[in-house]
């Protein structure tokens, strides 16, 4: 009876080892299996990038979030829109605010559930000499620009909030590229122009001079938005979250890492470092992860005004999705409580989607 009452003993004894080790194990480590990783196709313009992706790759945000980034560039609008139409690509984020909707408008579904930026530094210029002192002096004028992009949809609003009649008090010459726009100037064919990011050197460069930044005259806009087909949005949530914890966390980092910012995308997009620093370092950019979903309806509004939407048989604010990149901004205050930044993305978001 003994040796039973002393094996039973050892037994038990064992029993409380094995179990302290393993609680032991789970209690003190700092790892965790990683989640399997979700892809995600992503599609961007190469003469502005996506430097939440850069920086979000380069510190590790996105293995740390488990997700797998297929960064292509596609620089024609249409291209791009078809391309996620189709399901080539899952995910658009530099191809503006106005192209997108009209998409929607004409029945594409387009879902908007994020941003890259919200300013983008679209400026208006002019040859040396030419008189510009307010929006008045584009009155009776031609003015180049690509139909649908953010630099002619957020002017063609300033103009006409300041009363213009879009088709009689001013001419819109349209082109086909933004190099077509500056050409159009310098030659004479028109007095002003508007182009997209990434072209304020080549400006200075062919001899004109940049008249207006329309961010002064109407405050976010709304440049850049993350887009989605909308099936694709509701079946992914978790890859959608995951991207946008990537990018929340490059987003707040990179104040404090402009220099390797500029680095990324010069070795991204095979440009110099002027350029990258013309435009990343431009106090006329605004870069931001959020929907800013008012800024987004606030030009479908003024889209409607001035014609670009006509008699939408949809509503915007189905279009528009800050569901997800609430989650993740939940995900990640609650993960890091100490964090100011996420504190302040939270009053953002507020002011700006509610």
């Known amino acids: 009876m003994k040796k039973v009452v002393k094996l039973i003993t050892l037994l038990m004894v064992g029993m409380m ?12 480590s700092s790892k965790t299996e990683p989640a399997k990783k979700l892809k995600v196709t992503l599609a961007a313009q190469a003469t502005s990038g996506q430097v939440f992706q850069y920086l979000a790759k380069d510190k590790g945000y996105l293995d740390e979030e488990g997700i797998d980034v297929d960064l292509s560039y596609i620089n024609n609008g249409t291209d791009a829109f078809s391309a996620l139409s189709s399901g080539k690509v899952d995910v658009i984020s530099t191809y503006g605010t106005g192209g997108p909707l009209i998409q929607i408008a004409n029945g594409q579904e387009f879902t908007i559930f994020g941003g ?6 679209t400026p208006v210029f002019a040859m040396p000499g030419t008189k510009y002192n307010s929006v008045e002096d584009f009155r009776g004028k031609k003015i180049a620009i690509m139909r649908g992009g953010t630099p002619d949809i957020v002017l063609k609003g300033i103009l006409f909030d300041a009363g213009f009649d879009l088709k009689k008090d001013v001419t819109f010459i349209e082109m086909k590229k933004n190099t077509d726009v500056m050409e159009a100037v310098r030659s004479g064919q028109a007095d002003f122009g508007a182009v997209s990011t990434g072209f304020e050197l080549q400006i200075k460069e062919a001899g004109m001079n940049i008249v207006m930044w329309p961010d002064e005259l109407w405050p976010n806009h709304s440049c850049c938005r993350m887009v989605a087909k909308t099936s694709w949005l509701k079946e992914n949530p978790e890859a959608v979250q995951r991207l ?33 620093k013309s435009f990343l370092l431009s106090p006329h950019i605004k870069y931001e992860t959020d929907p800013y979903k008012n800024s987004v309806v606030k030009m479908w509004d003024k889209m409607q ?8 048989k949809v509503k915007i604010q189905d279009h528009i999705d800050t569901t997800n990149y609430k989650a993740a901004l939940d995900y990640l205050q609650a993960k890091y409580p100490n964090s100011n930044f996420y504190k302040e993305k939270q009053k953002e978001f507020n002011e700006f989607n509610l």
């Not at 094995?18 to 209690?27: A, D, K, M, Y």
């Not at 890259?116 to 530094?121: E, L, Q, V």
């Not at 005004?305 to 939408?312: A, H, L």
């Open 17 to 28: 080892l094995l179990t302290g080790c393993s609680q032991g194990s789970v209690g003190t």
């Open 116 to 121: 890259y930026m919200i300013i983008g530094a």
């Open 305 to 312: 005004k001035f014609g670009y939407i006509v008699d939408p």
């Open 244 to 276: 946008l914890r990537a990018y929340l966390r490059a987003e707040e980092i990179m104040p404090t890492n402009m220099d390797r910012v500029v680095e990324l995308t010069v070795k991204n997009l095979d440009m110099s470092v002027e350029t990258a």
